[in-house]
């Protein structure tokens, strides 16, 4: 078993910026891939980021050049900065890691991005 917690979320004004946290405790050996999603009111769930054992990331075009993921081993901590938000952005926000093919997620953490 994987337990995944953000952190992090909260109200931001437009052109702001906040860093996600997922934690993840338990059976982490061999996690292949973590992830954020987010899920905005009456939508799906859509992928936002991506980062692979090897340090291998992808975007979703609405996020690149404004969002970052990296992940610091040590604390087995994975980080999602958010910058020159946007009202768009608001949702709930998801960490996911896939181990064999099994997803885990968290609860979610909310971001609203409102004046």
Do not use: H
Not at 69 to 88: C, F, G, H, W
Request: positive net charge.
């Amino acid at each position: 078993q994987v337990q995944l917690v953000e952190s992090g979320g909260g109200l931001v004004q437009p052109g702001g910026s906040l860093r996600l946290s997922c934690a993840a405790s338990g059976s982490i050996s061999r996690i292949n891939r973590t992830g954020w999603y987010r899920q905005a009111p009456g939508k799906q769930r859509v992928l936002v980021a991506t980062i692979t054992s090897s340090g291998s990331t992808t975007y979703a075009d609405s996020v690149k050049d404004r969002f970052t993921i990296s992940r610091d081993t040590a604390k087995n901590t994975v980080y999602l900065q958010m910058n020159s938000l946007k009202p768009e952005d608001t949702a709930v926000y998801y960490c996911q890691a896939n181990k064999f093919g099994f997803d885990y997620w968290g609860q979610g953490t909310q971001v609203t991005v409102s004046s």
